[in-house]
């Protein structure tokens, strides 16, 4: 049995034969639109060398009138003077550019006809020259040996017996001259309309034929090839897009249908496993999109943060170079005195934000320990209040207290200080000049109770919002806090089993209850 013809060497032959008919018919486009450049050239340069020549030759009849003009003035005023006029001289001139022009039109000629043409275009201008010439001799000598008639008479001489006729064969061939530089332009214009026309013609016959050609092709194209191509590009795109049961066409013509097998059965490999990826996919995805959107909050958070406590530490450092410029300026010992005092309660206020950023770190990397002991809880509310007192005084703030005695917790003392005095400070800085700060335990029922409570604004919105890291509340932006010692408190007294609530006071400002077990 005779083995039959791949469908692919037919295509190949057919799109070879195609493609050679469309490189054919451009390349004859291509021919045809430089012949019709080159002849449109040509016949624009004709028609402009007969333009240039027309106006040189205008020129050389204006110059010619003046000096007929002038050679009469001169006369009439008296002048024998023999020297060249400069109406004679720009004559000249005149007539050596018009035969320079026609020389190098020679020089340029194309063929044989267009130089002759010009050649007979020079034996005119050396005619020109040549009448010029003899009337200015003439003239000349008219002008010497007439210097003793009368003006009129030698006005009339230069005209009857100098110029005698021959201004009149000078103003002929001028006329011969542009006479034919009218009909040459004439010509040159019939030529290119002509050749526009043919090649409008050729134009519209190759274009047709070109249109003929790429209309078979691609007619060939579309049964041939691209048929075949796009039933398979809209199985694959199917099969993609989440189709799972798409399958190519298996009735494609030749090597296609091949192709179409191999594509089923990777279709059929892939597709146990593609609804499995897809969901791991979507799980992974949303995913990374819960992580990206708290990442985000995150970073925001940090960044307000770093800003609000650049701008709360710039404050007391403020305060102290300040405070520092008028200690060394005070005279005596009481200003000197206030002044170190306030020193050191700027610095103090310092050492506890810092403190405050060293438990945060710790406390997010795991490295922060409390070590628990039995406490008693007077001494440490009391002490924290010591330390804070300089920095309320400072603000003009009063800062009271009222501590129950023996009042013994379990917990850590250095951080239960710590975060009482973050709240002291809080306190003391919602607290306007003037106000009241209050600190006061005691025992409610077996339990130890701690407040801060302050003669503030208090505050709005959500209270729990006021322990976020790295939140703060719009009144304490306003005041230049991070918010990031409630936050520490917070974690404190959750260490130590203990809850923390906050709340506005009826009589105005804000009150913060601790309470520990006993």
Sequence with gaps: MTAQPRPSASIIWRLTVGFGVVLILVAMAAGLALWGMQSSMRDLRRAEQSFRQLETTRSIEAAFNRYLLYEIDRRLGGSGDPEESAEAGELRG?????????????????NEAERQRERAEMVRANALSDLFETIETEAMLDRTLGREFDAAVSARNFLGQVAAGRDDAFRAVLFEVLQDERQEAEVAFADLDTTRARLTKAGLALGSLLLIAIAAFAWFLRRGLMRPIRGLSVAA???????????????LPGEFAGLAGRFNEMADRIATEQSRLQEQV?????????????????????????????????????????????????????????????????????????DD?????RSEDGQLTLQMAPLDLSET???????????????????????????RVEGDAEALRQALLALIDNAVKFTPPGGTVSVTLTDDAGQ????????????????????DRYAQESAGRAAGGTGLGLAIAKWIIDQHQGVITVANRAEGGAEFRMEFRR
């Design 448 to 467: 130890a109770v701690l407040k801060v409570a302050d003669t503030g604004p208090g505050f709005d919105g959500d209270p729990e919002h006021l322990f």
């Design 357 to 361: 950023l060293m438990r945060l770190a």
């Design 94 to 110: 005149a007539l050596l550019r018009y035969r320079q022009q026609i020389g190098a039109e020679i020089a340029a000629g194309t």
């Design 237 to 251: 795109q199917a099969f993609g897009g989440g189709q799972l049961v798409t399958r190519a066409p298996e009735t």
């Design 282 to 354: 979507a799980e992974r995805t949303q995913a990374l999109e819960d992580a990206n959107r708290e990442l985000t909050r995150i970073d925001a958070a940090r960044r307000q943060f770093f800003a609000n406590i650049s701008h709360e530490l710039r404050t007391p450092v403020t305060v102290l170079l300040g405070e520092a410029q008028i200690a060394a300026r005070a005279k005596g010992e009481e200003p000197l005195r206030e002044a170190i005092g306030r020193i050191a309660a700027s610095a103090g206020f310092m050492r506890r934000r810092l």
């Design 381 to 407: 509310a009391r002490s924290a209040a010591d330390i804070a007192r300089s920095y309320a005084a400072a603000n003009e703030i009063a800062l009271e207290t009222n501590l129950a005695e023996d009042m």
